[in-house]
């Protein structure tokens, strides 16, 4: 069991009749599901893109400063052999973050830094943010209070099937693909094959998460001229499994629900904004005291909307 969340700001920007940031939206609603999942959490949070800037995150060792110095430097070192500027940089906790000018292939220049150190996510403009420990244990060491960008996904997770750790939490990008972004609760149960299969066309994995296995899949539909949508419906009939799952991309968030529909999403929606959570009470979070028209998605269903 584990909780999952989204919001997204249709007209680009916060309505002025939300009080919270869009960090602090998305951390209310984990906050507010965090007994489906106390052990881990995450955010894949969207800011406006720059030109021919990347936001790039690698995992570091955290538990010993002179190795995490060596990371750092190491890290640095392989940037600059692919030829992309720091533009600014800094390391918070477990990550190393840094904001780079790069104009090349993207898609062979992440796969060789994958070698270099594991990669959290790349985008022109996601940030995947997670660690062990609830949202709001979390979120003052990354400044997610103070984000307000256009769309975000969140995640909090009860370890059942891997270790605790910062890597194993969600969410998860798709290694070689800009700005694909997947939350999900459930379980795939043809996650090898499908695995393998992907394997065969040129596509990447880091973990054994199928998590990451649904931000791959989509993220292949989409390389070969599917769009978000297309592949939303797709992935209804190849995974196997009981799931609901969330995607974020640029500019838009979806969703997807198994034939079974028994891993729970509510969802509120009025002109300025979508909100999403595993249970209504992250919801109600963002509105105290009002009473909401909200909808749970029936069986084998899928959803999108765009900034």
């Known amino acids: 069991m584990c909780s999952i969340g989204g919001v997204l700001f249709k007209n680009g920007k916060r309505p002025e009749s939300m009080p919270f940031t869009t960090g602090k939206c998305i951390t ?7 007994h489906r999942g106390p052990d881990s959490c995450g955010w894949g949070l969207y800011r406006e893109a720059r030109e021919g800037e990347y936001r790039i995150r690698f ?3 955290e538990m010993n400063e002179a190795k995490a110095q060596e990371d750092v430097v190491r890290i640095q070192k392989g940037l600059a052999e692919k030829k992309a500027e720091i533009l600014d940089d800094k390391v918070v906790g477990c990550m190393y973050a840094a904001r780079i000018k790069f104009d090349g292939d993207i898609e062979p220049f992440t796969f060789e830094m994958g070698q270099v150190a594991e990669i959290v996510s790349v985008g022109t403009s996601l940030d995947i943010i997670k660690d062990v420990g609830k949202p ?6 990354h400044d997610i209070l103070d984000f307000d960008g256009t769309h975000g996904l969140g995640h909090t997770r009860l370890a059942t ?11 998860f990008w798709a290694p070689g693909f800009s700005d694909v972004c997947t939350v999900h609760n459930g379980q795939l149960t043809n996650y090898w094959i499908m695995r393998r299969r992907l394997e065969r066309r040129g ?3 880091q973990t054994t998460n199928d998590t ?3 931000a791959v899949y989509l993220a292949y539909q989409m390389s070969q001229g599917a769009t978000l949508e297309d592949a939303l419906k797709t992935s209804l009939h190849e995974l196997d499994g009981t799931y609901t799952y969330m995607v974020a991309t640029r500019d838009a968030i979806g969703y997807a629900k198994d034939k079974l529909a028994a891993k729970p999403m509510v969802i509120y929606e009025d002109d300025d904004m979508i909100a999403i959570a595993s249970e209504e009470v992250g919801i109600n979070r963002l509105f105290p005291g009002k009473a909401l028209i909200t909808r ?3 069986p084998l269903t899928y959803g999108l909307w765009t900034v």
Do not use: A, K
């Not at 209310?28 to 965090?34: A, N, P, Q, S």
């Not at 709001?136 to 060491?141: A, E, I, S, T």
């Open 28 to 34: 209310e609603i984990l906050d507010g599901t965090v």
């Open 212 to 214: 990451e296995l649904i």
């Open 136 to 141: 709001y244990d979390v979120c003052p060491r």
């Open 296 to 298: 749970e998605p029936p």
């Open 161 to 171: 099937e891997s270790g605790v750790h910062p890597n194993t939490s969600h969410p």
């Open 203 to 205: 596509m990447q994995f």
């Open 59 to 61: 995992f570091i060792d």
